[in-house]
């Protein structure tokens, strides 16, 4: 983790005099701060980022990206009456006026206005909250459809695509930089065994089956802020990856995450699966937030967004184990391991229950 750099506080808008900065959240990519400050008895917390820049390659798009996003999303919930400074991110600007700051070392930054008295969740406490995050992350593809999809910049080259991610794991299991692979023979072949499935999507939309949409593509219950006194979702973060995607991966990723009655990370599978009931509430506040946008095409193919996603972050965590952890960041040894063993016991009860699933779609469109 980097540390704050006084060079750097100085050059954002912030209001007052900075008091304190502490690590925040549990994102897996950048460095976030919050970082409080002082004015006449006031107090003024922000979020401050140092941008994960091996990932995110160019910066300066990434952030062209977001604050036209955002400032789309700031008029939206205006004219709906809703409250901007809490519904939406808000960049804080610079002393020159621009959204990043690149410090003397070439990092670069960006802050936020700190929304308080909300919390993101990591595992679904009550139930309601995950019906919430899907009524929030429906709802933003619904306040996004008539956005430019076509001005937004592709922040990470083949995303979703989860054919060239499958090539990539290959390669990985071949070059076998750490003499990893012989250890993770059982889960090398799980992903093998399933590589149809890397293909269902892709091609669907190659022959134009699924329509491309402006997506979030990291639409995990974690980046979703819940008010603490109404419990209701009040706004998406982490816009590092909205780009054009498609709208069943934004569904699937959720369900990998927020279904899941374990951890990402959780040691003991016995506690991983993927709850129906959870699986049921999301679909029903994700296709009400969509509000009839969805495709016949979109709502059958829900499910296999959901199994998709899940397998694909399975063989992400693993490619990353096999190529010494450089991408995810890890907190014990064989974090990553851990994560992928979840992602395909996922997977594995995903197969069990697909009928299920179905049906549960069929109920709701
Ligand atoms: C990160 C990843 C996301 C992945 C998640 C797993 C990026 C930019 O970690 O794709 O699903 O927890 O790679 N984001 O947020």
Known sequence: ?????????????????????????SGHINDTFRVTFQEEGKTKRYILQRMNTQIFLHPEELMENVEGVTSWLRKKIEERGGNPDRETLNLVPTKQGKFFYADTDGDYWRAYLFIEDAMTYDLVEKKEDFYESAVAFGN?????????AETLHETIQDFHNTVKRLDTFKKAVEADVCKRAADVQEEIRFVLDREPLAHKLCDMQAEGKL???????????????????TGKAICVIDLDTVMPGLAVNDFGDSIRFGASTGAEDEPDLSKVSCSMELFELYTKGFVEG???????????????GAMTMTYEC????LTDYLEGDHYFKIHREGHNLDRCRTQFKLVRDMEEKWEQMNEIVNKYR
């Open 290 to 304: 969509c509000k009839g946008s969805l495709t016949k095409e979109e709502l059958d193919m829900l499910p296999v």
């Open 1 to 25: 983790m980097a540390e704050i750099k006084r060079e750097v506080i100085e050059q954002f808008q912030f209001e007052g005099t900075y008091t304190e900065g502490i690590p925040y959240g």
């Open 314 to 317: 399975g063989m992400r965590f």
């Open 211 to 229: 329509p491309l949409r402006v997506t979030h593509n990291d639409t995990k219950l974690n980046n979703i802020m819940i008010d603490n006194a």
């Open 140 to 148: 933003f593809q619904g306040l996004l459809a008539d956005y430019p």
